[in-house]
């Protein structure tokens, strides 16, 4: 554990940029994956994002099998600056537990979660991207600045006030009532279609269910109204580690609102876990006034493609003469 604690805290320190958050004309959702994306919401825009899924779990070296609903309810909020934004997570899950000697009703609030996110990169801040009109080779090479992610950082507190039948834990091993969380957040743009968002995440550091969590997660972009999404979820602690793999879709209703379907599977069966459902996500965006951003007058590397292409059109020139 010391180890994958020395990992996170190195991460942090690749973290040093300052930016600006953008608000998009279509709603911006985490769901229907688990990932948070690196933008928020904007400034004074309040988000509601939920869905309810039916689990299955069963456990082959314990003998039991659990199966039952979860509902899921987050709340994003843009407030004070435009890059800033605060998140209310909160999971609750009924289920009934069956095993050889055993069958019982379980349900609690199996996650909740308060904290803040603030974007502190945007490698597209004032920047546009102008065509070389001097070069038709230059406008078709790969844009290097796709490979750097927007990145923003989380910090947050768990609340657990009710004991949690869910965490894995022998019953003797009491869950602390507040323990705080930590994440990095990146978000990569590859043209106009994909999205690659990476989480690295130091949950409920100090206790005894502390945890390096990651998600991965790949979006596309089929059209203006349909996207679909594939994922990976790791947990590395010492009650659970695992892995989850989750795709699903996500349909644009409005610009204000998306209905959603995703299905996930984990790879162990200590125990094997699969879980489908459906999400909503709305916004009201009523009080949003769009953040002027004046832009540059161009990269060192755009002029310099600029006067390459010159020489080359100069040459092309002067062999015709």
């Known amino acids: 554990m010391k180890s994958l604690q020395s990992l996170f805290v190195l991460s942090l320190f690749l973290v040093a940029h300052c930016a600006m958050a953008q608000f998009t004309d279509d ?35 314990l003998d039991y099998k659990a199966n039952g609903l979860m509902g899921e309810f987050d ?106 969380k930590a994440m990095v957040i990146a978000q990569n743009q590859f043209g106009s279609r994909w999205v690659l968002v990476t989480n690295v995440a130091y949950n409920k550091i100090g206790t005894d269910f502390a945890s390096i969590d990651y998600i991965l997660t790949l979006t596309r972009g089929f059209n203006k109204k349909w996207s679909g999404f ?8 010492d009650y659970y580690s695992d892995g989850i793999i989750r795709a699903g879709a996500a349909y644009l209703f409005n610009k204000d609102m998306q209905i959603d379907a995703s299905i996930g599977k984990n790879i162990k069966d ?36 600029k006067k390459k292409g010159e020489k080359e059109a100069k040459k092309r020139k002067d062999a015709v003469e």
Do not use: C
């Not at 709603?27 to 309810?52: D, H, Y």
């Not at 934004?85 to 095993?99: C, G, M, P, V």
């Not at 594939?230 to 602690?237: K, Y």
């Open 27 to 61: 709603i911006n959702s985490n769901r229907p994956g688990r990932s948070m994306m690196a933008f928020s919401v904007g400034k004074s825009i309040f988000q509601a994002e939920s869905g309810i899924n039916y689990v299955s779990e069963d456990h082959k070296a």
């Open 75 to 180: 709340v994003r909020w843009g407030l004070f600056f435009e890059q800033l934004e605060f998140i209310a997570e909160i999971q609750y899950q009924n289920d009934k537990y069956t095993s050889a000697i055993l069958e019982k009703n379980r349900s609690a609030l199996k996650k909740t979660l308060f904290g803040a996110k603030y974007l502190v990169y945007d490698p597209f801040k004032n920047y546009e991207e102008k065509p070389n009109v001097y070069s038709w080779k230059a406008n078709q090479k790969f844009k290097w600045r796709q490979l750097l992610p927007a990145v923003a950082v989380y910090a947050g507190v768990n609340l657990n006030f009710t004991d949690n039948p869910f965490n894995y834990a022998p019953v003797t091993v009491e869950e602390s009532k507040i323990s705080p």
């Open 230 to 237: 594939i994922e990976n979820q790791g947990f590395m602690g």
């Open 270 to 305: 200590t125990p094997s876990i699969i879980s489908g459902g459906i999400g909503f996500s709305w916004r009201f965006a009523k009080n949003y006034q769009e953040v002027k951003i004046e832009k540059d007058n161009g990269s060192k590397m755009d002029k310099k493609m």
